[in-house]
């Protein structure tokens, strides 16, 4: 009973009245209000004696108001402990009463109450709440003396008291909290501040972005998005690209949170960013917050960067731009700059959408010729039937897009574009005629509409085609399903490869039919063939000023450079009987085929011939060819020479290696013909075409006969884009100089470089084989023995050239040959350069040569390179061989690229277990990003080898 806690010093008639009033207390509800009253006042005057009675009567659960009163008044600072005790000895209804009082009582100083959170066991929360009430009238001071060295706990209840206090001071004492060790308190700190939108304090987050722990990082992140200034957008977008999606996730957040379209110019870092995450982040954030004004600035920044920034930037508003980024980007259409308006295409060509087609026909009119061709690419990637009339239109007024327009009506596929193309089998120009036949060729084999197809196949019966259409084209076949590889028996002595490689893969699927390669016939030649209907008038190609012009794709064009179309892009041409064009300075008419990436203004190898480009200092990657293992990473469709005039040798005129004159002259044969000579045909009274092999970045291979000496030899005709390009020519010629050195047995010898006008070949040893990737794509891998006696033939050949100061530069399986006796010879060194400039051909040209899967760190970089390039090529080589893979790969040839350079290379015996020595040693080996930690040359790969294997 309450009773028996009465004060000992109380007298017997005390007691007996205190007994009393306790009973009431106890009863408070049934007695008068007069009584409980008198009671109250009589506990008051008793003082603290009364409280361990009170507090006997609080555990039986007794919670009226007069007790509660009774509790308020006894509890002090000398009584504050026994409250506490008590508390923590009870649970629920009676521990909540006394919880109450305490939370109520005003007589303590609940500074020693943080004492007791450490060892308050189960009774802390109850203490936490007890002092979040009476926390509000802690002095400043007081408070900044608590955080200093609190625990979690005492920080916990300290920043919960501080939450609803308003003065400007709270922000100021938890501010030495961001200095802590503990990861926790800087957290817990950073939300409190966040909460506020501390504006005041936004220096202090601002410091804790580059904390070492993601959580600090995130609750930073958000901080500054919650204060919502303009003056932190850098460090918000620099946070998109944390390693940590937690934090990135936050700073998109904070950033749409924010909602200024000023990020935009900072996201350009971002868009550069290796991280796939880090691009898609700014994307996002681009389509909650870009206007078009700030999408134009973007583009405009771009323009000054390196191609893979403009790639990925591209890619990433491409692929994940929302409804306000594709909006902006149809604005930019109409944009003044041309460099603007050839970047927005070419993310409109990897956006189709019906919303883009009155934007893209408008482009069809535009003065300049990649928004024209790359708006027929996008409109025909929509799938519209509306497009089209207009796209008939481009090719009556100009039959040099027939290649382009029958390609965009393919992808559209339905009857309308059935009977555009069917149209065209009636035109007057030859080549029209022919490309209309092809297109319809593949669409009867290939729609996934049986009305279509019979359709195709009804226009070319009556054109008298009947067994062409149904007959099985192989994969070489105009160009329609891809790139040959190795011809039709390959098997029995196929030189696939050559300068280049072959490029393989089916061509493209888009819509109902399947399209015709993406080959087009490039430069933009005059207008002729086809009369324009009535009320539509050629369009001229804008004439040269005969000055200086600066190329928007190029920002990098140095003075002076014209960039310009050369005559014969102007209508200086003359047309053959067959509807091709001839002409000993014609810029540019050759097929680029494949699909591959996306081309994209500015990007090595998808600029179309005719291009303004100053290929001698444009960065250009044939993206077609990275997405090919066996493609060349080389400039397949470069731009042209501001003069559009051949290479000239330093004495002034146009001279082989040895005599100082090229032979010339390829009577009835012209550019458009190079990609597909049928067997039979003569190239310089010398060469007859015995049957193509295959084609890659660099142009197309044949076997041929030689006349002169009645041998068969390998033809590599040069693509026009490089044959175009006086800057490669000359390194050609300067280079082929030095590779006719190499003479070894596991070498593919170079004969000549020819002028064959128009254009450019080269002769080689021809050599019955297959080549490495043919064989990996039959086998998977290579037996490990037999895989190092050809390693061991690969670096007798490598060996012979490193000793004549020549680095291959393009090790890769298609450069690998192997005959029927297992000889092994490597090809391709007609791309390789001397090693002793010490500079990745990147640095001379602007053109990075290589294989993205297969490329050394130092290679990508744009560095010095030597023989040890080749080592990492072979290494890469080798993993492939083993493991049936390249060490890195990806969809995206870039990501391969920052892989190379950043991601650590996989062991190959985790991956294959058991592998002999000598081949582990060496892949691991030849594989270490830096050089240095490479074999040093050839000569010590061997040695080592031998030395493991014996």
Known sequence: MAERDLDTTMGLVQRIAARKYLRILKDADVESPAEVEEARKKIAEAGTSMLPALLDLASQGVSNGALEECLVSLINDSTLDRTVDTLSALQGPPADFLEKVLSTAQGFDPVPLFERLDSAGASRPRIERILRARGQRLHWETIRKLLAGATRDRVRVLLAILESRTESQAVQVVLPLLKADDPWMKIQTLRFLAGRAATEAGPDIVAKLDDRDPGVRREAVTALGAIKSSDYLPPLCQSLRDSDLQVSSAAIAALVAIGDPGAVRHLIEVLKDESEYARRGAVE????????????????????????????????????????????????VKSDDVFVRRYAIEILNSIPSERSVPALIEALSDTDWWVRERAIDALGKTGDPSCV????RELQADAQLASLVLGALSKIGGQTALEAIVGFLMVDDASVRELAGKTLRQIAKSSADPEIRKGAARAL?????????????????????????????????????????PVGGAGQKTGVFQAIGSTRIQPRLPEVGLAPPTGVTPRPLAPSTGEGSHDPMNPRQQAGDSGSMPPAAHGLGAQTPDGGFQDPNLASGGVQSGGGHPSFPGQPGATPSGSPHDPATTQRVDMGDMQNPSGSFAGGAGGLPPSGSYAQTPSGSFGTMNSGSFRTGSPGVSLFDYPNLPQGTVLLERYSIVRKIGEGGFGY??????????????????????????????????????????????????????????????????????????????????????????????????????????????????????????????????????????????????????????????????TDIDVRTDIYSLGALLFECVTGEPPFSSENPVNVLMMHLTDAVPCVDDRCPGLPDALSWLINQALCKDPADRPQSIDEVLAELGRRAA
């Open 701 to 862: 291979v044949y076997l041929v006969m030689d006349g002169s000496v009645r041998e068969e030899i390998i033809l590599k005709i040069l693509s026009p884009q490089i044959s175009m390009d006086e800057t490669m020519i000359q390194r050609f010629v300067h280079e082929l100089k030095y590779n006719r050195r190499i003479v070894h047995p596991n070498v593919i010898r170079l004969y000549d470089f020819l002028e064959l006008n128009p254009g450019h070949a080269i002769s080689m040893e021809y050599f019955p084989s297959r080549d490495l990737g043919t064989i990996l794509d039959a086998e998977k891998t290579i037996d490990a023995e037999r895989l190092l006696r050809i390693t061991e033939q690969i670096c007798h050949g490598l060996k012979a050239a490193h000793d004549s100061g020549i680095v291959h530069r393009d090790m890769k399986p298609p450069n690998i040959l192997i005959g029927d006796d297992e000889r092994v010879k490597i090809v391709d060194f007609g791309l390789a350069a001397a090693s002793d400039s010490k500079q990745s051909r990147v640095t001379k040209s602007g053109i990075l040569v290589g294989t993205p899967q297969y490329m050394a760190p130092e290679q990508i970089r744009g």
């Open 285 to 332: 954030v681009l389509n909650e917050v870009a206007t078009p004004e700030a999408i134009q600035d973007l583009v405009r920044a771009l323009q000054d960067e390196d191609w893979w920034v403009r790639v990925r930037a591209a890619d990433a508003l491409g692929a994940l731009g929302g409804d306000r980024v594709v909006d902006a980007i149809l604005s930019l």
């Open 389 to 392: 009339g207009p796209l008939a």
């Open 461 to 501: 019966s009556e054109k008298g085609e009947a067994s062409e259409w149904g007959r099985s084209h192989g994969r070489g076949d105009g160009g329609a399903a891809g790139s040959q590889q190795g011809g039709p028996d390959a098997g029995q002595g196929g030189q696939p490869g050559g300068p280049g490689g």
